[in-house]
């Protein structure tokens, strides 16, 4: 068996997709990085990693060497655990939108505080992440993954409006609502692997005069009064130049997504636990002052999702 050592920083280098990232996610120096890959592949005999326009990246054919090297890991941390009494400390990988994330520094002090032991390394990004190929434990995003083994649950229901600027406002209710100007997120936003909630099946939107990749900017064109967008409304209404284009308020489900074969690391689980507390928590109250007063129960699918990945964490 090949050192865990080396293992390590080849999996760190894998799921960074460059030195910089293997170096900043292990805290260690690149060259050391670099000598530590050249000793693995050395080792083995074979090249493990090529440079191409998307970084550093893994070569054809080695795909089964992360599928072990991620057994490893896992009996590394559990050896790690034992070690310390039991006590499931450790890095976890989260990914989600920079305005989810936002929301969770009051929680995330007091998660710190309670578990000194697990750094959590967070992550925000515009796309949606496959935590299967992409190297990160656990994703919030606004889709339900339709493929791949992932674990998923639903945490919380995301109400969203249709928003225009206050000094544009009498101008566009004026127009047809069908030919209004519209800012919108742009087809590169979604994924043909995911299902998306009501805000994701709109459909085929008129008028469309910019398009972007990420809500802050969507925001701050409707602000700037480019036109109408379609934004979570807790994001809108904290922002006094922007006001309600109509009354029609769609819900997102906001899924939890968990990689799983980390789901039996204790942090990990932990940090699941703490995920779901604070977005339910954030769904009873931020988020419930759009919706109806009573929330939609819970449907067959969302209940069978939710069952598969609490066993999945016994």
């Not at 090529?50 to 795909?63: C, H, K, M, N, S």
Request: proline share 3%; with cysteine.
């Amino acid at each position: 068996m090949r050192s865990w050592d080396l293992i390590r920083v080849f999996l760190a280098l894998h799921r960074a997709g460059s030195y910089e990232g293997a170096s900043q996610a292990l805290s260690m120096d690149m060259s050391t990085v670099r000598r530590k890959i050249q000793a693995l592949e050395s080792s083995i005999g074979m090249s493990l990693f090529a440079r191409d326009v998307r970084g550093v990246t893994l070569r054809p054919g080695r795909e089964g060497l992360i599928a072990a090297a991620m057994n490893m890991e896992i009996s590394a941390e559990h050896f790690q655990q034992q070690s310390q009494g039991g006590r499931g400390g450790g890095i976890v990988r989260v990914t989600m939108q920079g305005f989810f994330a936002g929301l969770l520094i009051r929680p995330l002090q007091a998660f710190r505080a309670e578990n000194p032991e697990i750094l959590l390394d967070i992550t925000t990004e515009n796309h949606l992440v496959d935590v299967e190929t992409e190297g990160v434990d656990l994703a919030i995003t606004l889709a339900r993954p339709t493929r791949g083994t992932a674990g998923i649950r639903k945490v919380a229901e995301v109400p969203f409006g249709r928003y225009a600027a206050e000094s544009r406002i009498d101008h566009l209710r004026t127009r047809d609502a069908r030919s209004v100007d519209t800012v919108s997120l742009s087809a590169n936003f979604w994924h043909r692997d995911h299902e998306f909630g009501s805000v994701g099946r709109r459909g085929e939107i008129r008028n469309v005069v910019a398009r972007v990749d990420n809500y802050p900017l969507l925001m701050q064109l409707c602000e700037a009064g480019m036109g109408v967008a379609t934004l979570p409304c807790f994001m809108a209404k904290a922002k006094q130049g922007l006001v309600r284009f109509d009354d029609e308020v769609l819900v997102s489900e906001l899924w939890l997504v968990a990689r799983r074969d980390r789901t039996r690391s204790l942090h990990v689980r932990r940090t699941i636990e703490f995920l779901v507390r604070a977005f339910g928590s954030l769904n009873r109250s931020l988020f419930s002052q759009e919706r109806q007063q009573r929330p939609p129960a819970e449907d067959a699918q969302s209940r069978d999702c939710r069952m598969h990945l609490d066993a999945n964490l016994r």
